[in-house]
């Protein structure tokens, strides 16, 4: 029967813990079984693993037969394999080669240099297996491999045997698919202080950038076309925001070539999540350096900001707070806080709010610290949306039983602050089935200016500088 490998989600964790216990079975008589018995992979992590896009599932008929799960921690360029199993019953079909090629080939499209792993030396499905996938035995003390060595030593595994391992991956050609992350963003308070000539809103607000969001697949073409590569419902591509940007960067920056890019959309479309912007976002900064264009930031900012309001903040790349019309941004340092996103499946049409008579849009500008001592967390749609939708008005009582619930942007997506994984993780356990939960960690960082500083290192060509 044909298996398939495909994305893994927050559903299939269940099913990926118990391949693990069952795999692991093999171990039984081994020295390392002990160890290997008493540590099974904590759900929990496995559902940030796979919000975060670093979990592959070997499906037949739509039932997980195996996994892979990787490991973006390591540093210095590397990526960690942190678990491959497969099912004893689907054992010497090919199942995990094919499911280690499919994650080596993604990490050398999203910049990585190489994989990394720690396994046994004396079982055949181990060390010799990943040997004939082109892996090599390396220094114990590399330092990438010191945590994963700590916790072997945490969980008493014999250190003898453990042998780490690692593969080279070639820097993808200019003619091969790379991938970007594109990060959700959330509006932790929003206030509209005031209506400009041209229309548009000032506003206050904080914007939180996500480790969760879309995929874009991005390969140069040697002629000018700028192609979308997939169907995207509901947005024609001559509409799409990565088509329109990078048609802008190539007119401003004169550039001869064209691209191929194809959208992986998770981020809810019209949930306030910012999903076409931060699309946008990562079409620039990917072509600015796949093309070579060389522009600062802060031209790649301008450009963003042409392309609306809410795409300067993901060219940036950093959580901030934000004037104007949310342009003007100071990268705010906020603490490590979880997220619970509601999606209510309701598209809520952002012009349209901005018209609504009933919004407030004369408030007093909130100060920096009132936000910060958690007294700023209103944002001046949600009275307008709880009253002209009541599916988002029903996800903001839902989730207001588990603390302060708020909308993000204009909607329709809310969302729930927490301070431990374990308090965000309960409340998406018991989200009805009405609304679909996310879980996301909320990042100082952009995932993308990580894929592109990886990108940067891999790089052939003589790389200007990204800031003025
Ligand atoms: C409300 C916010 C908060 O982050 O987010 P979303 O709900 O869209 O995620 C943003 O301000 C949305 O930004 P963005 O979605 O990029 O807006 P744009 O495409 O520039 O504008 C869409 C329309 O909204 C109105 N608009 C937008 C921004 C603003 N400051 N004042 C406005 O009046 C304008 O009528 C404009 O035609
Ligand atoms: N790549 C894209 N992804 C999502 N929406 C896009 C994209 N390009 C254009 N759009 C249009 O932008 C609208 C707003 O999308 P989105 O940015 O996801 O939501 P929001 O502005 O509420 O945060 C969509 O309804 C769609 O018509």
Known sequence: MAVTIARATAAHVPALCAIERTAVELFRGHR????????????????????RGLVWVALEQDAPVGFVWLDDTMGEGMIGVAEIDVLPSHGRRGIGAALLEHACAWARAAGYRAVGLGTLGDVPWNAPFYERHGFAVVDKDEPAFARARERDRENGFPDDLRVFMSRDLAAPSVKEWTAWPAP??????????????DGYHDLQTVFRLLDWGDELRVRVRADSGIVRANEVPGVPAEADLVVRAARLLQAEAGVAQGAEILVDKRIPMGGGLGGGSSDAATTLVSLNHLWGCGLTEDALAGLAHRL????????????????GVGERLVPAVLPRRWYVVLDPGEHVPTAALFQAPELTRNAPPATISSFASGETVENAFEPVVRARHPRVAAALDWLSRFGRARLSGSGGCVFLETASLAQARKVVRECPAAFVA????????????RALARHRGRSAMPEQPLRA
Do not use: C
Request: aromatic share 8%; charged share 20%.
């Open 32 to 51: 390392a079984w002990s160890a290997y018995a008493a540590m099974a992979i904590p759900p929990e992590l496995l559902e940030v693993a796979t919000a």
């Open 184 to 197: 959700a963003k959330l509006n932790l308070f929003l206030r509209i202080v005031g209506r400009r000539a």
């Open 438 to 449: 996310q879980l996301a960690a909320g990042v100082e960082v952009s995932p993308l200016h």
């Open 308 to 323: 609306g309001a809410d795409v300067p903040v993901f060219v940036r790349g950093r959580s901030a707070w934000a004037e």
